[in-house]
């Protein structure tokens, strides 16, 4: 019988951390936020660009749409991963509920061109409005997942 060996590594930046001179965890988080809010024009063109990207499948007839949900997919994978940071976080779900349709398609079969077409139809309309989350975003985004939830959409 082999006997177990429990290894844990050293944490170097514990030491880093607890120096004198190291930044506390407030101002890390502080400079994090900084950051992310100097990203934000170059965040919301990169969603620009996703988004038009996407906007091309909503024209597209059932069967392009279909053969071509892997890459609508992952542009709108892009577009939630990110959105969020710019202040954009209807649009980021609403590109989440894509994402997830897409995925039940090559998990389960199951395909609904119609949902899918409402999904691409509400981020028009949530970035027209400015991607926040607001009142009438919130009922979009709450109707559209329980038509995810009827339909089987796992997320």
């Keep these: 019988m082999t006997v177990v060996r429990i ?3 050293e944490n170097r930046l514990a030491e880093i ?9 407030q101002e890390l988080i502080a400079d994090a936020e900084t950051r992310v ?4 024009d170059a965040i919301r063109a990169y969603v ?5 990207e996407i906007r091309v499948f909503a024209e597209q007839g059932e069967e392009e749409l279909f053969a071509e949900c892997r890459t609508l ?19 980021g779900e609403v590109a989440r509920g894509i994402s997830a349709m897409v995925d039940n398609l090559v998990t389960s079969g199951v395909w609904h061109t119609d949902a899918l077409r409402l999904h691409l139809d509400a981020l028009a309309l949530v970035n027209r409005a400015g991607g ?15 038509m995810r939830e009827a339909l089987g959409v796992v997320e």
């Design 7 to 9: 290894f844990t590594p």
């Design 17 to 25: 951390l607890q120096s004198l001179e190291a930044p506390t965890a």
């Design 37 to 40: 809010t100097a990203l934000g």
């Design 48 to 52: 620009a660009e996703k988004l038009e």
């Design 73 to 91: 997919g992952g542009a709108a994978l892009d577009v939630a991963e990110v959105a969020g940071a710019a202040g954009m976080e209807a649009v």
């Design 132 to 146: 926040g989350l607001d009142e009438e975003s919130e009922v979009i985004l709450g109707r559209l997942r329980g």
